[in-house]
């Protein structure tokens, strides 16, 4: 199970902090990702961490997010700074057994979402 929170409104220049806790698998053996879809869109990949820690993350959210996790915990984190309008979406969590990219489709389990609205 995958349970997102801490999404909310925020102004353009802001941070959020996402949060996802995991349960009913081993979390620390995973990649985790978390992606995100506006109205009328795709769902987009946004930034996965594999279970070595490695990263990786969409060109438009490039120095601007983070993303973490804490295997203690077995909670996903996203640091969202600078925060422009065109990041309003909702946010979704997912895991992947097998591989780590940033495309949605091989994703197989996923949160409930949290959504998050940047006005300029």
Not at 49 to 77: C, Q
Not at 103 to 119: D, E, I, K, P
């Amino acid at each position: 199970q995958l349970v997102e929170s801490g999404g909310g409104s925020v102004q353009a220049g802001g941070s959020l902090r996402l949060s996802c806790a995991a349960s009913g698998y081993s979390f620390r053996s995973v990649c985790m990702g978390w992606f995100r879809q506006a109205p009328g869109k795709e769902r987009e990949g946004v930034a996965t961490i594999a279970n070595d820690g490695s990263t990786r993350y969409a060109d438009s959210v490039k120095g601007r997010f983070t993303i973490s996790r804490d295997n203690a915990e077995n909670t996903l984190y996203l640091q969202m700074n600078s925060a422009k309008p065109e990041d309003t979406a909702m946010y979704y969590c997912a895991a992947n057994f097998w591989t780590c990219t940033l495309l949605a489709r091989t994703f197989g389990f996923w949160g409930q979402g949290t959504q998050v609205t940047v006005s300029s």
